[in-house]
């Protein structure tokens, strides 16, 4: 058996269709949920045996990034508050949108050199 083709269809048949197995009013975040873990996953697998910092940096971004999301809507689960903008900016006050477009560029400018 082909574990690698086995471990990727699984991973995105929880992806795409565990949300449906939530109560309707979650799942909008489960899949958000999914989704973030999915794609972590992925990150790691392509990343798994790299050595490169500047690879490794990107990546740890995006996990970072996925992270938030996860972390932030299972939160959001567990104990509700309002919303203004994104789930975590409003838990957190801060504007991740604005650290976010800073940090890629940051990788930008390390990926260039």
Not at 16 to 40: C, D, K, T, V
Not at 81 to 94: K, R, V
Request: hydrophobic share 60%; aromatic share 10%; with cysteine.
């Amino acid at each position: 058996m082909n574990q690698r083709a086995l471990w990727l269809l699984l991973l995105g048949a929880v992806v795409h269709y565990g949300y449906a197995l939530a109560p309707e009013a979650m799942q909008a975040r489960i899949w958000n949920i999914g989704g973030s873990f999915g794609r972590a996953a992925l990150i790691l697998a392509l990343v798994w045996r790299v050595r490169d910092v500047v690879v490794l940096a990107v990546a740890g971004w995006w996990l970072l990034e996925e992270s938030l999301v996860m972390g932030c809507n299972t939160a959001y689960l567990i104990a509700p508050w309002p919303i203004d903008g994104a789930a975590c900016s409003g838990l957190l006050t801060l504007d991740f949108g604005k650290v976010g477009i800073a940090a890629v560029a940051l990788l930008l400018v390390a990926i260039r050199r």
